[in-house]
DNA sequence: CCTTGACCTTCCAGTCGCTGGAACCCATCT
DNA sequence: AGATGGGTTCCAGCGACTGGAAGGTCAAGG
């Protein structure tokens, strides 16, 4: 299957599917004509990857994933083991997140918004606590 | 002030700080030995970008920012604005993660993570529901 | 046979916000 | 004079793509 289907099965653009092929995720067999040829096993190591890189994982975790997934003798605690440390991550990043936005809300609140030039907002972004 | 001192009293690497007079967001004059010399007011500026990517701003965003505070007639409702734009784009990336967090955590729950090679989640990776 | 259009190929540059490093200048202390 | 610790410039690289140019290939239509 050539980079077109592959990239409208998997959901990957095409230039994704390139990009993996380059870092060597995903390395398909060329046709006479020079195209890239998908099997149906680079097909699923694609949506796999889809769907690992929708989660979150970097391409880096990715590798790996990929490797236990096609070793026929990975424990799954080492998969489960990638999976955790990556909710911990993301638990770490939501945090963030949240924090920040009680920071904004916080300054929003305090502005009155209106056509005058005083802002409560600048205020504090430029000087007074954070 | 030279950028060493700017560094430590705003708490940005001087690299940042170098790279803000680069893109135009701060730009301090020069004295004779060709040093960076930083105004109270530019430090103030500098310490203001701190803030302002510290809850997640971008830089246009803070340029932005920058120019409604040293504008005197600005209205705080622009700024008001700007800063409930920014909660929106938190709070999509907040529930996205959530959502991430959510997905990882039942492939986790599913995993027996044990010596055997059958792992639940990277079934679930390659092929069958997202 | 020629053209059109949709594909495919490669390669290079740009995104965002820095960060690291090389190579060099300047200031101060011993 | 030399060592140390500033400062300066410029170039390269990070992650994970994305856009675009320039050109080869293929199937269908006039």
Redesign the interface.
């Known amino acids: 299957m050539n980079i077109g289907q592959a990239s409208r099965r998997s959901g990957l653009p095409a230039k994704t599917i390139r990009y993996y092929e380059e870092i060597g995720l995903v390395q398909p067999s060329r046709l006479e004509n020079g195209y890239r040829d998908y099997s149906a096993g680079e097909l699923?190591a694609l949506?796999?990857l889809a769907?690992?890189r929708?989660?979150?994982f970097s391409i880096e975790e990715c590798r790996r994933?990929l490797s236990?997934?096609s070793?026929?003798?990975?424990?799954?605690?080492d998969?489960?083991?990638l999976?955790?440390a990556?909710?911990v991550e993301?638990?770490a990043?939501?945090a963030e997140?949240?924090a920040?936005?009680a920071?904004?809300?916080r300054?929003?609140s305090a502005?009155?918004?209106?056509?005058?030039?005083?802002?409560?907002?600048?205020d504090?972004?430029?000087?007074s606590a954070?």
Do not use: M, N, T
């Open positions: 699923d949506r796999f769907r690992a929708s989660l979150g994933l236990l997934y070793d026929k003798s990975r424990a799954s605690a998969v489960r083991r999976a955790e990556h909710i993301v638990d990043k939501i997140l949240q920040i936005r920071a904004l809300a300054l929003v502005c009155h918004g209106d056509h005058a030039p005083d802002c409560p907002i600048l504090e972004l430029a000087g954070a």
